[in-house]
Structures are given as C-alpha cells and as structure tokens.
C-alpha cells in the first residue's frame, strides 16, 4: 500500500503544479474591408460602351478577361447582328476605385 502511494504523490504533485492562469487573450484587431470590383460581364460591358459611345449598335457577344491581380481587363465583343468578336476593348478602374470605365473611349468608338 505504501508503495502506491509512494507511486501516486509524484503524480498528484504534477497535477497541482499544472494549474495555471490561461494567459488573457491579446485583442487583435479587426481588418478593414476591401473594396472589390462589380465582375466584368457582357451586361455590364455593353452598359459601359452604351455610355461611352452612345451612336455604336448595341454588344450582342462580350467576353472579358482578367489576370489575377490585374488592374486592367481585356474584352473582346461584337456589334449589332455580329457573332464573331471583332472588336476590342481595355478596362480600367475609375477615379473613385469603386467601378469600370473604358480606356480609350475615342478609339474604341472610332472601330
């Protein structure tokens, strides 16, 4: 009997010991939301070429691409009756950061 009591003292002393304070949790703080952009769609590429050139057919076929990280997109679209993507078009982000805008309007009106 004396032997297992010899035997559990150790342990119950390390039990004690383990008994610490959890250490208060450090406040962290909370990011900031980013601002991200409306994805580049052929409705919202037709909606942005029907205000830059308001004379042009309407976009029947748009496709937009964009890199990862990329401040810029690449669209090609086709006019009126056209089915084949003829034309093209850069995207870039507006004075604000919170849209699309056309980069060259004039050019991209005068094709």
Do not use: H, S
């Not at 003292?9 to 939301?33: D, K, S």
């Not at 580049?40 to 205000?51: G, P, Y």
């Not at 748009?62 to 009126?80: F, H, I, K, Q, W």
Request: glycine share 6%.
């Amino acid at each position: 009997m004396v032997k297992k009591l010899a035997f559990l003292l150790p342990v119950f002393l390390l039990a004690a010991c383990g008994e610490e304070p959890a250490p208060a949790p450090a406040p962290t703080a909370t990011p900031e939301p980013v601002a991200t952009l409306p994805a580049t769609d052929q409705d919202l590429f037709a909606e942005l070429l029907a205000e830059a050139c308001p004379d042009l057919e309407p976009v029947n076929t748009a496709v937009c691409r964009r890199g990862m990280g990329a401040t810029t997109v690449a669209c090609d679209y086709g006019l009126g009756e056209d089915e084949f993507m003829r034309n093209d078009a850069t995207l870039v982000v507006n004075e604000a950061g919170d849209g699309w805008m056309i980069q060259d309007p004039e050019a991209v009106c005068a094709q």
